[in-house]
């Protein structure tokens, strides 16, 4: 069989991986079921999970109700509302995290954070969640058959929609090509 074969195969199959590994990316629904709201317990809340790099918060609300500033460490502590931000106001805000690092957001609503918590302090870690693997993966493969003369192929090129959670997947798609290159290896064999 043709080695041009087996890298269409390895392409297709990560075609069609690759974008599962960036849905792992997780949503992260601030509060639970009662979402963005006064008198909640967000410190509790944030210390029961993982913030990954390419995650994302969703703020839900009922718009008019609450809003949602992107805070500073002082702004957070003292519930000072930032000048010059605008907050997100439509009740359904999702804040994807870009960066690692400590992450504050508060209410804009007066007394809400002041007197009501409605507070929200994160610390975001490089690195994704493991992904289950997609097939189970034979121990021991052997590459040897993936040096041929590609010059090109579009494999070293994942085009990732959500390009500012692309940075954090490497170790996923490391993890899913070789998920991939095993599978091929199993469906050519
Ligand atoms: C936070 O932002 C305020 C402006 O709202 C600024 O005066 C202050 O220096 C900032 N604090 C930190 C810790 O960055």
Redesign the pocket.
Known sequence: MASGNFILVVAAILAVFLPAATMAATEHWVGGKSGWTINYDYPAWANERVFYVGDSLVFSYTKGHHNVYVA????FKDC?V??GKKPFTSGHDTITLATPGKKWYICGIPTHCSEHKQKLAITVVEGGAPVPAPAPAPAPVPVPVLTPPATNTPVTQPDSPTSSAYGILKSKYQVLTVAAVALAIILIA
């Open positions: 500073n460490q002082t702004e000072i930032p000048t």
